[in-house]
């Protein structure tokens, strides 16, 4: 049996690059006291899941990739320790990288890294 994984969550600008999102990641696992091989899900909006630097992220670690509507991440307002109207007006959730990572770890679930911001790119991981 193998121990659990965390969840990491995802949010960013349609203009991030690949390497945006490899820096953001990097300096998220750093700041968590995580490595790569601790993540078992990458999580994100439908919409920014079918992005070529998205999947290339995922593809380059072997994490499968769940990716949620606005409606759902919506349903983890509650949760988010940084809910943000902003991200409501532009996308239809409070929140995109910690509502994915809660969403995918599930109801019991919390956020061991909460919203980590790096330029164009949003992280935060839940266990």
């Not at 439908?46 to 072997?62: I, N, V």
């Not at 990288?97 to 995918?104: Q, V």
Request: hydrophobic share 50%.
């Amino acid at each position: 049996m193998t121990a659990a994984k965390a969840t990491l969550g995802i949010g960013f600008s349609s203009t991030a690059t690949a390497e945006d999102l490899t820096k953001a990641v990097a300096e998220a696992l750093a700041a968590a006291g995580l490595g790569t091989a601790d993540i078992g899900e990458l999580a994100t909006l439908e919409q920014r899941a079918r992005g070529l630097a998205f999947q290339s992220l995922a593809q380059e670690h072997g994490w499968p990739v769940t990716a949620y509507p606005a409606a759902r991440l919506e349903k983890e307002t509650p949760r988010l320790a940084n809910p943000s109207e902003a991200v409501f007006r532009s996308v239809g959730c409070h929140g995109v990288a910690e509502a994915a990572a809660l969403a995918a770890a599930g109801p019991g679930a919390r956020l061991i890294l909460p919203k980590f911001r790096v330029n164009k790119v949003t992280v935060a991981i839940a266990f």
